[in-house]
């Protein structure tokens, strides 16, 4: 993409250095003040991406001291769905080729014994397998020139516990991972500052932008405490997909190169995290209101619709033909559009711009909402079910045993209270209300003006001047700002109903602020040097809870211990055949699977409809039924061992939500009845027998 700057003889417009792609002036060779321009630009955005890249590193390493660990105290800290993921990644590394890794995780008997499983599609594992790829790469070629690739030494860990060999370097797969994960957040950095420097045409713009997320760090990312999680490898290339929809609405001369370039950047977002999908379909959404209010012509429009669709069709293909994908809201929605677009002749015969508002938008929801439930039915897919009932679990009195599972987690609840303090305390959320303000101000001042300038216009033809849809090259000024509008209040309402998508709302909130630079919005306030130290004076009181904010990040610090698990993970290791297969908590089947390699049958990656089925079997050890038929669930699946957590039995995050409580919804005849947990962690004769058991594990052999 080209950086512009603009010039003119509007004193506003030359306060102005967008970022654009001009055909006309790309003939221009560029001045010397250009140049400076884009080199400062260039370089405080990279002085910015690596500041977060160490930022990352830096709390990682002071919350775990993980150079300090040894390789089982390092896979152990990936807890839940991360030791899952991480796992495939050490498959593909330990293999004897890189060929036999990608065999075994397309070909998995391991994570759901005894089936045979394609992880690679289940799971979204494109990540794991590049890094891999790039780790058997790193080793190769140092290997070739005979250079060392990490420093091992022993630790002594005092308290009774044996010394442990700790390896530090690149040279050690989980170094690789960790190292690779904050890279890439790097360069989302780098990235996320060109966009605000883009979006305010101002390089305070992209600091105030860059300066907001470092702000409000925690509510932003959570990638220096969960780097497995998928949302750390997608999330960096959702930022560029945004930066280029946004370039398309804005530029005068949209090329369906463009086009190309947002399906590889939607691609490379979709295949690391299945809810990629859902953002897509906000910003679907947000793109095709933008349409409806007339800001875009149906040229751009088209342009984005192409590069989404042929990004979802190059993600379905990777992904293997994933039923998720083409049951989705997105896929149905793209759709619909599509549709919309085809009728448009006859929709800009109603005339009326109410009228057409109100057909295509009871057309896009009855349609995406419609289509996906028809497509759903015809091939008896119901992998996403779930979501449908905890939306509705959310706003209305439905309950069941998974629904409970999600939302008695917090991440899974409404958005706390605290959360909208915090990015006040900071004055982010003033300063992006303000923005937002600024730009309905704006664009409501020129919408008047325009509707003006056509009621004076006398004997014209009504078509003449109305024509809304019938010139598809056509946009008006600022349609990118009032997308960003839409895209926000999306971003709002997902973060609101589900506190863990704050990860999108929070960053938008900071592009947003990037917009109090922008000239024509607020060059009201007076010459660009008062409109900069206002600016400055903003951001120094940001800059005073945002640097507490920092300060208490960096202050955490702790090592990674988990004895009673490690203890697990060893007995299981020296005192069980290979092939025994494990039943228990999902999060502690992700390490049974990492560190042991023993088969399990349920596993944290519960979006598909046969695992939760599996996995309510397996928890039946939690409920209060017979240990008979606890024992025959577990038989069922062929488990030869089942690891009993004590804590489970009692521990809940409010009423309702322990585990014998979630399974009274659905077990209602033996609601008053002990739970089952407890007798097995007393007396599991005749039908268990305890093998071994420490102050937070019991291991079970089915008899």
């Excluded at 120094?540 to 697990?568: C, D, H, K, R, W």
């Excluded at 240990?627 to 309702?656: F, H, M, P, T």
């Amino acid at each position: 993409m080209a950086v512009k700057r603009r010039r003119g003889n509007n004193p506003a417009e030359n306060d102005q250095k967008p970022l654009r792609n001009d055909a006309k002036r790309a003939k221009k060779s560029l001045t010397a003040n250009d140049l400076i321009y884009y080199i400062a630009v260039i370089t405080i955005a990279s002085v910015s991406g690596l500041l977060h890249r160490n930022h990352v590193a830096k709390m990682f390493e002071n919350d775990k001291h993980f150079s300090h660990l040894s390789t089982l105290e390092r896979e152990l800290s990936f807890r839940t769905e991360m030791g899952l993921y991480y796992s495939y990644y050490k498959t593909m590394v330990e293999s004897p080729t890189l060929q036999d890794g990608v065999n075994n995780i397309m070909n998995d008997n391991i994570t759901e014994y005894p089936l045979v499983i394609n992880t690679l599609k289940r799971f979204n594992l494109y990540p794991e397998m590049i890094l891999a790829i790039g780790y058997r790469s790193y080793e190769f070629i140092n290997a070739f020139f005979q250079r060392e690739t990490k420093q091992c030494w022993r630790v002594n860990r005092g308290e009774g516990l044996s010394p442990v060999e700790s390896c530090e370097g690149l040279g050690e797969p989980s170094y690789f991972y960790v190292e690779s994960v904050f890279a890439l957040h790097g360069f989302m950095m780098f990235v996320f500052l060109l966009f605000g420097v883009y979006l305010s045409n101002s390089i305070f713009g992209g600091i105030l932008a860059a300066a907001s997320f470092f702000c409000n760090h925690g509510e932003c990312t959570r990638v220096q405490w969960t780097p497995p999680l998928r949302e750390s490898f997608a999330y960096p290339f959702f930022i560029i997909e945004l930066f280029l929809v946004t370039h398309v609405l804005r530029t005068s001369r949209p090329m369906w190169r463009h086009g190309f370039w947002i399906a590889i950047a939607s691609t490379l977002f979709m295949i690391p995290w299945q809810f990629a999908q859902f953002a897509l379909l906000t910003q679907t959404m947000s793109v095709f209101a933008t349409y409806m209010l007339h800001f875009i012509g149906s040229k751009k429009l088209k342009i984005i619709m192409f590069g989404q669709l042929f990004g979802w069709l190059l993600s379905w293909i990777l992904l293997f033909m994933n039923e998720m994908l083409l049951t989705s809201f997105y896929f149905s929605c793209l759709i619909t559009v599509l549709i919309i677009m085809w009728m448009e002749p006859l929709i800009v015969k109603l005339r009326l711009s109410i009228l057409m508002w109100t057909v295509q938008g009871s057309f896009l929801l009855s349609g995406t909402v419609g289509l996906k439930i028809l497509i759903g039915k015809l091939l008896k897919i119901s992998d996403d079910a779930h979501i449908g009932d905890i939306l509705r679990a959310k706003f209305t009195d439905f309950k069941n045993f998974h629904t409970q599972l999600y939302t008695c987690s917090a991440e899974f609840d409404f958005m706390e209270i605290e959360t909208p303090m915090r990015v006040s305390k900071t004055l982010l959320a003033p300063g992006a209300l303000l923005a937002v303000l600024g730009i309905i101000c704006l664009v409501g001042y020129q919408e008047l003006l325009s509707w003006k300038r056509k009621k004076s216009v006398k004997g014209k033809d009504e078509k003449q001047i109305q024509e809304p849809l019938v010139k598809p090259d056509r946009s008006k000024p600022h349609a990118e700002l009032i997308f960003h509008i839409f895209q926000l209040f999306c971003f709002t309402v997902m973060a609101v109903m589900i506190m863990r998508l704050k990860l999108f709302w929070t960053p938008h909130l900071c592009l947003i602020t990037s917009l109090l630079a922008y000239r024509p919005l607020f060059g009201w306030v007076g010459s660009k040097e008062r409109h900069f130290a206002l600016l400055a004076l903003y951001l120094a009181g940001m800059s005073y809870q945002g640097y507490q904010n920092i300060t208490e990040q960096l202050n955490i610090v702790g090592e990674f211990s988990n004895i009673p698990l490690e203890q697990v993970v060893e007995w299981i290791t020296h005192q069980t055949e290979p092939n025994a297969v494990f039943a228990g908590a999902m999060p502690t089947m992700a390490t049974v699977k990492l560190c042991t390699k023993r088969p399990i049958v349920n596993h944290p990656h519960y979006e598909d409809a046969g695992l939760r089925k599996r996995t309510m079997k397996v928890y039946s050890m939690y409920s209060r039924k017979s240990l008979e038929d606890v024992k025959q669930n577990l038989v069922d699946l062929q488990v030869n061992y089942a690891i009993v957590e004590g804590s489970w039995c009692q521990k809940r995050s409010r009423i309702g939500c322990s585990m014998p409580e979630i399974w009274d919804i659905s077990d209602e005849e033996n609601r008053h009845k002990m739970p089952v947990c407890l007798i097995l962690n007393e007396n599991p004769e005749p039908y268990f027998k305890t093998v071994y058991k420490n102050n937070v594990y019991t291991i079970l052999k089915v008899q």
